[in-house]
């Protein structure tokens, strides 16, 4: 058997988007109050809306979906911000998948992956056995189970992993400043939108102040405790981002100013 293992003593992510950002600055030993701020997880907000998802076979009031997606783009905006490579890995047959993890945890290098639940988590090793290939997380272990199928249209996500390493902020890329600027301005735009889709779950959400009223509107009522539990899992990840968000607007004010005086 083939195993490797690596000692964290990181305490445990959060939900949805702010939650693998979290593993991400986590893992970079960075700010992660300006990661969730560069990254957009600490203004954005996505719920899902049946009102237009109509092409559900089953209607449905929420998805546990809505809260990892940011169409700023979370990993190439921070790559761009600090140097650093993130790759996003799916759709990876099971051998492929752990051929990743073995090479990046004997590189001393953990990962960020989903649960099964979809809950944010941190890689820390691996085992390879006759019959069954194991990730390690923080979270439990994980059985990945050969499947070469491509992810295609199906609402899953496969064998998914987010590569963290060390790299240099390019010569060409914009000031920290510029890029704060940029970020904020695609937020006050981006709120007033009414909906968005996604191509990886086929499903619609309503992000910004709409995205806000439509939780509000589904916490009405609430007795289903599948749907209590999703309510506080997204009641975690807005109070992350959001004093995240405060921290970036209040740092991040004088150097605008200055910059945008000049």
């Keep these: 058997m083939k195993q490797g293992h690596l000692e964290l003593n990181h305490p445990p992510l959060g939900p949805g988007l702010p939650g693998l950002v979290q593993g991400v600055a986590q893992l970079m030993a960075a700010d992660v109050d300006e990661l969730l701020g560069i990254s957009s997880a600490a203004f954005c907000t996505y719920m899902f809306d049946p009102a237009v998802n109509t092409h559900e076979p089953e209607p449905r009031e929420y998805s546990a979906y809505a809260s990892l997606f940011s169409n700023y783009g979370p990993w190439e905006s921070i790559s761009y911000y600090t140097g650093w490579e993130i790759l996003e890995v799916s759709a990876l047959s099971a051998v492929e998948t752990l051929k990743i993890v073995a090479f990046e945890i004997n590189a001393g290098r953990p990962m960020v992956t989903l649960t099964p639940d979809l809950d944010p ?40 992993l987010l590569l963290v390493r060390p790299g240099e902020q390019p ?10 600027i940029d970020l904020l301005r695609w937020v006050v735009q981006h709120a007033r939108n009414d909906q968005e889709f996604f191509q990886e779950t086929s499903e619609n ?5 709409r995205g806000l009223r439509r939780f509000r509107a589904f916490l009405d009522g609430l007795t289903d405790p599948a749907g209590v539990a999703h309510a506080e899992r997204t009641v975690r990840g807005l109070h992350l981002a959001r004093a995240a968000a405060a921290s970036c607007l209040s740092r991040w004010a004088e150097p605008i100013a200055e910059s945008m005086a000049s």
Excluded: M
């Design 171 to 180: 010569e060409w890329a914009a000031s920290q400043v510029r890029q704060q």
């Design 205 to 209: 959400y309503a992000p910004g102040l």
């Design 121 to 160: 988590t941190l890689v820390t090793g691996y085992r390879i056995g006759v019959d069954e290939r194991v990730v390690v997380t923080q979270a439990g272990e994980v059985v990945v189970r050969d499947d070469s199928r491509l992810q295609g249209d199906e609402q899953l996500f496969r064998n998914w």
